[in-house]
Each structure stands twice: as structure tokens, then as C-alpha cells.
């Protein structure tokens, strides 16, 4: 490995999704500092690159699902589809001069703190990237999972995952079965429906999923958007007050539970008829223990001669089929797994080394953590977007990212300043104790169910934030240098 | 009817008249509680339904249900809500919390009885009921001695912001007309409305206050809350995008402003209007 081959800048940005992307807005906006963005992908928007889907649109409504600094006047309708968010946020980078700052297509292999020139080191190929800070924008939705089930590797049909879309696949008058009945699951079938000769759907345990409001924006109403900003912004808190309310379902009031879980079931009485189906359908635990769903074409899907369900999820897969819980098994051609994503357990973190070259996988043995969601100890300088207890059931992720973002720009300003930042881990245990005291008693951890919101080695809640999110910003934003332990090396060149 | 896990029931006595509460604590715990007064043919499960378990979430909440009979007053509803904060929190101020006429009352009863009031929050409040309120009363009146639907049309028309009957879906707009209903007294409580000025309790109240008002209440408009605002000498200010029914359009909204400002009453100073969250 050469010299020639290191570049060196003030802050290195690993992902180019939401959150990676935001952040070097602000860098580009209120600082002098340079900064890259090592990308895997070919272009920006991470999940909304990856998550091809026919059918894959947002749950939370454009307006509030999009940046606070970069309204956009012209979504089609109030749930955009992927293209259009991935045409937003490649916009917004193009706009904002963040594009020439982003390596495309340079997954990184290696994070490594050298402790002697107080540099963090990124290695991607025969490439080496430098700087004293780093900024960890990876996501915990970016890793595809499959289903761990006996005989998938034996499967001789096309086999692939929702968020690896195999568009060389044709599903016109194939036979195709479809693993999942979440998130991504409830989009796919419908449309899978439509064209497939036969569909079958293997679920393991059924959503809650209540109407979808979705009306489209007219010109008149985008240019009286654009025309009147202030009125975007109304709307956005319109929505994002409404998704608070929401928040208080999942706090065990028997009263609000009860509202939202008539709602879900109405939904479903009203789509699909009382008996055997209507009852496959509906799930077995308290509402908001997974995510609530939405939409209008995902039961009726099920009352087409082509589609049929399955519970009780896969038992094995054969070279020519699969097979559910009731042994008995369905010929099909293509396996579409729309399964998730490895959000407890991320491969980044074994390949992030901190001081004394420990793992941050070693680190996370008891699961993902972080001070204010943002800083881990051994990890100096070291900023998490998006990653431990980030998560929300109930409001936009983007609204979470860019609290997290006030914080990590002081932070940055400090360490290009020459502090090397590293938080106590005591700070970090206390912390951690109070996510632990706001989570006892949320649906999560009482409602009967198993999600990737607990991570399986600790049973804690991992990836979700057990508040509302308007306490995420009170208490994730505001830095407060009492909690580090700061060393001065003098301002970086 | 259970308004949150650790809520209970009960009454308390005041001459003849019951008056019933819902208390997440008991006296003597220690906790300084929250004490909700509800509005206008309300009681706490109707006007603050989703309010008290985000509030009981982190404090203390007594909702108290007022009880209106012929001949009723604004005296008499001020005596009931002495009563209970006497019976359930003896010796120890409450933070008070009043949401339209309850913000009269307790405006009222915060001027009088400074003693009794840790901080007070007027929501939806007002002073002196002007003109345009008493066009309403009489519309309502005449309404209400035919009953039905018009009635419920009226009262939802005006109970709520033009973007919170937008964007309601077909049922849940139908939902919102047919189910309200008209609960005994609440003529009385009308009648109460018509006359209301507590201009001189209002000068002498003492206690850290928040007012809250709605952006687009057309049964009070915000005005009255400007002028709460420059009628408390230690008054601040938050504005809701919201119709008069606020309590029901951002629950979660009037929860953070009540929270914070019972967790530090002076963090915002006295005149100042609130900064809306970053959304």
C-alpha cells in the first residue's frame, strides 16, 4: 500500500443515506471543513436506493418524512413512492454541493483508530481514508436478512430479498412465494399479486394494518407550496403532532390501545369476511409491539383465486419449493425473502476498531449502545447517525436524525478544533440506564411479541427510541462536554 | 372508566353536591399533583382523555369531573374545585390546569386562593366573554332547544380548526358529528359563559402561569389569550396550530408545554412567548 493512495480530510462520513447526506449539509452550510462520504452504493439514499420493490413507498408522509432545511413543494402524493425520495434526496445533494464530496461505490472493509496521530483510518480496498473525526451514518436497515430455515441453500429457483430486488426476474405467470408480512412484505403483495400466476404468502405472524390515507397533491396545491413555504411547514407539524399522539398508544393505556386496535381490526373486518382467512389475519399480540402497518390493497390481495396464505412460517425449503408449518409443500419458481434487515446485530461493527484495537462488536456484547445515542467509549471522536436507539414506531426518522445532528456538529467543531473527544463510559452506563427505565413498560418489552426492536442477546430495547420524539431532541441535541474526557492536541492543519 | 393504569375513583363531598375525581396518587404521597379542570359540557375523560395518561406517564394527575345542576355558578364551580384540591392535596399547592371554561375557574380561583396554586395553566382561557362569543351563545341556544343534528354540526363546525375537519377521514368526520352528545348542565354552564368577567381575580394572581391558546379557536378566540398574557403579571405564552378542541387536535403538544413548564415554571420568563419545537 502506498502513500499516494491516502487522502486525508477533516471528517469522514461512512453512508450516504438520509443521514450521511444531512450531515454534510450542514458541514457544507455552517463550516470550512472538508469532508468525504465513503458510499457502497452507486448513488446516494441508501435504504431508498437499495429497496427497489415493486410497490415500496414511505409510511410516514412526505412532508414530514424529508429534510427541516429542504422542503419540497412537489410530492406527488402524501406517501411518496421510492423513486421520488430517491430523486429527492439526490437532489438535495446535487443542490447543496455534497456531491463532489462522496466516493461512490467504496464499501468500507476496516475502521481503525490509531491512537498515535489521533486519526481515525478507513481502509476500502487499496484505498486509505484519514481524519480525526468520523461519523458513522450506516443505518441498521442497510443489511439484508435472510430467514434461517433448513434446505434455502439447496433451493434451485430464483431466490432473492426485497431489498436486493432482482429486476432481471420476470413474474409474469410464474408461481412465487413471498416470506414476511411486514413492512416491506405488505407493499410487495399486492402488486406480485397482479402479475403472478400464483402467489404464495408465508407469514409468521400477522400485522396489525390499518387505511391508508394517501390522497395525491394537485399543481394548484405544489405551487401554492411552493408559493407559500410557511404552509409546508404547518402541515409538517400538523403531521408530526398527530404521530406523537400515536406515541401514547404504546405506553400501555388501555383506553388508547383499545381506539387503535378497533381501528386495525375494523380495517381488516372491513376488507376481508368473518372466517378462516379474517382469522389467519389477525395477530396475536398487543397492537404497536411491531410496527403498525398501512394499507388499502394488502388484504384484499388474499381474496384473489391466485394468492394464498400460509402460517405459521417456513418450515424447510426443497430444491423445488417451500414448505410452511403445515408440511405441506408449494412448487414455486422464484423465493422473494422479504425478511429485514440485520438491525441488532450490524456487520459494521466488526470490522470498527476503537483504542486498544477492541471491536466495537466486543463493545456491543450486550447489545448497541450509545451516550445520547451518539458517542461510544474506547470510540473517540467517533459519531453514531442513526444507530442505537434511534428507531421510532411512531414519527420520522428524519426528524431523529437531524436532532442527532445539532449535537454531532458541536462535537465536530470541538475535535476540528484539536479536542479529542472521548465520553466516559460511566456517562454511558447512566445513560444507558435511563433508556433502560423509560423503555420498562412500553409495548416492546410487554406486548407479547418478537421484533428486531430487542436485540435477542440482552433482551433490551436496542434500536428504538421508548419516548416520544420530541424528548429525543430534549435530551440527544444539546452537547455538554461534563460527560468527556477531552484531550487537547491542537488544532488539526 | 379507567383513564390510565394507575388512575382511581372517587368523590368527594361539598354540601349536597358530589363532585367525582380520577387520581393517579394519594394524599400525603408527597407528589405535587397536576389537577385538570375540564371545559364546557366536558368532563376529564372528554376533554382530556389522551392529556392525563401522557401526563400520569411522569406525575400525579387528579382529573376532576365538576357537577353541573340547575342553578349552578361560577362561585359554585370554583368551590368544588377547592374542595377537592383541600380533600386530595391538603397542605400542599397543585400545579392547576384549566381548559376553556376550567379556565375560568381556575383563573379565577388562582386569584383568590393563591395559597392553593403551585403554577397555574389556562388553556383556551379568557377574561371577559365579548361580543363575538355571546353571537355564538345565542345561535348555540336556539340550536340547542331544537336539538339534532344541526346542533352537533354546529358545535363540531366550531369545536375544531378548519385543517382538523379536512383532514378527517369520511367516517371519523361522521364519527365526530353523530357521537356528540349533550350532557346534563350543560345549559347552565352556557348560561355561565354568557357573563363571564374575573377581570379583578385575574390582577391578583400571583402564581408562575403558562397560557396556552389555540391559533384557530373560533369558540375563544386567541385574542383572550393575549390578553391573559398581558393580564398575569407572570404570564408566558405558547401557541397552538389548533381549533378550540386542542386538547383532543395535539394532545401531545399541550403534554410537552405542561410538562416543561411544571418541570421549571421561570424557564421561559414572564412576557415571553415560547419558541415552537424544531420540527
Known sequence: MSETDTTRTDVLIVGGGFAGVGIAVHLERETEQNYLILERGHTVGGAWRDNTYPGAECDVPSHLYSYSFSLNPNWTKMHAQQPEILEYIEKVAEEEGVAPNIRFNTNVDEIRWDEARKLWVATSGDQVFEAPSIVMATGYLSDAKFPDVPGLDSYTGKLFHSAEWDHSVDLAGKRVALIGSGASAIQIVPEVAKIADKLVVIQRSAAYVTARHDPHYTEAQKRMFARRPELMKRIREDLFWANEERYAQRRGTQTLIETVTKAALGHLANQIPAGELREKLTPDYTIGCKRILKSNDYYPAFLRDNVELVTGGVARVTPTGIVGADGVEHEVDVIISATGFEATDIPMAYRTFGRDGRSLHERWDRGMEAYKTTAVSGFPNMWFLKGPNTGLGHNSAIYIAEAQMDYVMEALKRTHAGEVLEVQAEEQEAFMAEVERLSAGTVWLSGGCSSWYVDPRSGRLTTLWPDFSFTFREVNSPFVEDAYEIEKVGAFA | ?279
Not at chain 2, 394527575?61 to 353541573?68: E, K, S, Y
Not at chain 2, 361560577?74 to 374545585?81: F, T, Y
Not at chain 2, 400545579?95 to 379556565?103: A, E, N, Q, T
Not at chain 2, 375557574?105 to 395559597?115: E, F, I, S, Y
Open chain 2, 1 to 279: 372508566m379507567k383513564l390510565h393504569p394507575d388512575s382511581e375513583t372517587g368523590t368527594v363531598q361539598l354540601g349536597d353536591t358530589q363532585i367525582a375525581f380520577h387520581d393517579t396518587g394519594a394524599p400525603g404521597d408527597g407528589r405535587t399533583p397536576i389537577v385538570l379542570v375540564h371545559g364546557t359540557g366536558g368532563s376529564t375523560e372528554a376533554h382530556f382523555r389522551t392529556v392525563y395518561p401522557m401526563l400520569a406517564a411522569r406525575h400525579r394527575v387528579i382529573g376532576i369531573d365538576l357537577a353541573v345542576a340547575p342553578g349552578t355558578d361560577l362561585d359554585g364551580l370554583i368551590a368544588q374545585v377547592v374542595a377537592v384540591i383541600e380533600d386530595r392535596s391538603p397542605g400542599l399547592p397543585v400545579h392547576l390546569v384549566g381548559y376553556s371554561l376550567g379556565s375560568v375557574v381556575t383563573a379565577a380561583l388562582a386569584g383568590r386562593r393563591q395559597d392553593l396554586i403551585e403554577t397555574l395553566t389556562l388553556i383556551a382561557g379568557w377574561i371577559t366573554t365579548d361580543k363575538q362569543q355571546r353571537v355564538r351563545n345565542s345561535i348555540w341556544k336556539a340550536l340547542f332547544e331544537e336539538g339534532g343534528r344541526p346542533l352537533q354540526e354546529f358545535q363540531t363546525l366550531l369545536a375544531f380548526s378548519p385543517q382538523f375537519l379536512r383532514t378527517r377521514a369520511d367516517q371519523d368526520l361522521e364519527t365526530l358529528i353523530s357521537s356528540r352528545t349533550f350532557r346534563d348542565g350543560i345549559e347552565v354552564e352556557m348560561e355561565i359563559n354568557r357573563t363571564v368577567d374575573i377581570e379583578a381575580e385575574v390582577d391578583r394572581i400571583s402564581a408562575p402561569t403558562l397560557v396556552i391558546g389555540a391559533t384557530a379557536d373560533q369558540m375563544v378566540p386567541i385574542t383572550h389569550s393575549y390578553m391573559l398574557l398581558g393580564g398575569i403579571e407572570n404570564a408566558r405564552l405558547a401557541e397552538v396550530d389548533s381549533g378550540h378542541g386542542v386538547t383532543i387536535e395535539r394532545p401531545a403538544q399541550v403534554f410537552m408545554l405542561i410538562d416543561d413548564f411544571v418541570k421549571a415554571p421561570d424557564a421561559v420568563a414572564a412576557g415571553d412567548t415560547i419558541e415552537p419545537l424544531t420540527v
